[in-house]
C-alpha cells in the first residue's frame, strides 16, 4: 500500500495545458487531479457532464460560472461546490497554478 | 449550486474529538472530510473497512501504519494513498490539525 503520490506536487507539468490525473478510476467513480496554469473556458463555450461532480480547489483561486448566473464564483483554497450532472459551468478564470479535485460519480443524467 | 463550504475551516469544532463530515453521501460513494486535533487509532486497536478507501491528507500530517508492515508512512500535505477493502491500518498519530479527504467507494470485501 503505496502513498501514491502528492496532490499539491507540480514538477515536470506542462504549464500551456490542464493536467488531469485519474487517481481512482472504477466503473462509477473517477476521482481526478486537474492541475491549472490560468487556463480557462474557451469564450463563448460551456463545460457539460453527463454524470454529478464533487470539486473542490486546493491550492490557488478560480472564478466559476453557472449559466443562469449574474455571475462567477469565486473559490479559494479549500471551496468545494457540487455540480448536478447536465449542469452547464464555465471556468472564467484560474490563477497559476490552481489544485483542483474533482470526484465524478453516479449515473448519467437523461 | 452554491459553494457547500471550505475544506481548511476549522471554526467551531471540538477540539476533543475527530470530525466527520460527509460532504457526498450516495449509495456506492462517501467523500467525507476529517479533521484530527491529534488524535490517533487506540493502542492495539486496528481500522478496517469493507469498503475502499482513497484518502489524502489536506493539512497537517500523519502517521499511517499497515498491518504487516515495519513502520508506519509519514503522510504530509498532499499525500494520497489508497486503502484496499479489508486492509488493516491505523492511524499512530496526527498533527494539531490534520485535514483529511477520504473517498470511501465500491463494493464491500467478501
Do not use: K
Not at 490542464?18 to 473517477?30: I, Y
Not at 448566473?69 to 479549500?78: D, K, L, Q, T, Y
Request: negative net charge.
Amino acid at each position: 500500500m503505496e502513498v501514491l503520490g502528492n496532490l499539491f506536487g507540480l514538477q515536470g507539468l506542462d504549464r500551456e495545458a490542464e493536467t488531469f490525473d485519474a487517481l481512482v478510476a472504477t466503473q462509477g467513480l473517477r476521482v481526478e487531479r486537474i492541475v491549472s496554469f490560468g487556463q480557462a473556458t474557451p469564450e463563448g463555450e460551456w463545460l457539460e457532464q453527463a454524470r454529478a461532480e464533487w470539486v473542490a480547489v486546493l491550492q490557488g483561486a478560480a472564478l466559476l460560472r453557472f449559466a443562469g448566473e449574474e455571475a462567477p464564483r469565486r473559490m479559494e483554497a479549500g471551496d468545494h461546490v457540487l455540480i448536478a450532472p447536465a449542469r452547464r459551468h464555465r471556468v472564467e478564470w484560474t490563477a497559476t497554478p490552481t489544485v483542483w479535485l474533482a470526484v465524478h460519480f453516479g449515473a448519467s443524467a437523461p
